[in-house]
């Protein structure tokens, strides 16, 4: 009877992960300067999605939609192949904040906070990024 109950939580366990906005993310996201912008002297980037969930950031850490200052993001439209919320709806030549500049001080902003907080932390540097093939 224990191994059955066992079981059965394992299973719901697997069931609420994989229904999630964090199941349905890849573990690496490549963002390609080429496809995005048409050139580049920089390779793309690799962003390595499970570090960030595991390292306990939480998705409104780094996706946003502000209004009137505040996040109001809805979690639940975290979702691969969802074009609504996109980097570049909102950041892109006709906003006040263009996609590179946005990737660029959400990463490096991010990741320098982390280091002046004297906590584990990621690249802050250009090839520690766009690393060359």
């Known amino acids: 009877m224990n191994s059955y109950k066992l079981l059965t939580i394992m299973v ?4 609420v992960f994989a229904a ?3 199941g349905a993310q890849p573990d690496n996201i490549v963002f390609d300067p080429l496809k995005t912008f048409g050139k580049s002297k920089r390779s793309g980037v690799t962003l390595h999605h499970n570090r960030h969930v595991e390292a306990g ?3 409104k850490d780094c996706h946003h939609i502000y209004e009137n200052g505040k ?3 809805d ?3 975290l979702e ?5 919320i996109r980097c570049s709806t909102c950041h892109g030549p006709k906003f006040r904040i263009g996609l590179k500049q946005a990737f660029h001080d959400q990463c ?9 907080e004297r906590k584990k932390t990621g690249p802050r540097y250009c ?3 766009h690393v060359k093939k």
């Open 71 to 73: 996040n109001v993001l």
């Open 57 to 59: 950031l939480s998705c």
């Open 108 to 116: 490096i902003g991010c990741h320098t906070k982390f280091q002046k």
């Open 127 to 129: 090839g520690q990024c």
């Open 20 to 22: 999630s906005p964090l």
């Open 75 to 77: 979690e639940s439209t």
């Open 12 to 15: 719901a366990a697997l069931w």
């Open 80 to 84: 691969e192949g969802n074009q609504g």
